[in-house]
Nanobody, 125 residues
Framework: QVQLVEAGGGLVQAGGSLRLSCAASGRTFSNYNMGWFRQAPGKERESVAAISWSGGTTYYVYSVKGRFTISRDNVRNTVYLQMNSLKPEDTAVYYC??????????????????WGQGTQVTVSS
């Protein structure tokens, strides 16, 4: 049983930074691949970043490469998304997700078993 709670969203000016965190319960966290997704009004949920259970492999959607960094701390059962140089098009609800099927990183939200409640990120122009 895994429960995920996101934090760190808010309203920022374009060019600013935010650090999202996702705190997970459950002793199996370290064996799960983790992902960040986002969904803007009227748009489909998209994969933003993903990280393997060991932290050795990461994935980023092209639009955030060089600006966002995903990381994890398995001791603290927490995954992070550092977001720099934010743009108005980054505005969305950001969700943390956990994938118990650890063979390969996945970008399809249906492949993830557990989801957080979401945190709103709004970037003003």
């Amino acid at each position: 049983q895994v429960q995920l709670v996101e934090a760190g969203g808010g309203l920022v000016q374009a060019g600013g930074s935010l650090r999202l965190s996702c705190a997970a319960s459950g002793r199996t966290f370290s064996n799960y691949n983790m992902g960040w997704f986002r969904q803007a009004p009227g748009k489909e949920r998209e994969s933003v970043a993903a990280i393997s259970w060991s932290g050795g492999t990461t994935y980023y959607v092209y639009s955030v490469k060089g600006r966002f960094t995903i990381s994890r701390d398995n001791v603290r059962n927490t995954v992070y998304l550092q977001m720099n140089s934010l743009k108005p098009e980054d505005t969305a609800v950001y969700y943390c997700a956990a994938d118990p099927n650890v063979r390969g990183l996945k970008t399809n939200p249906y492949e993830y078993e557990y989801w957080g409640q979401g945190t709103q990120v709004t970037v003003s122009s």
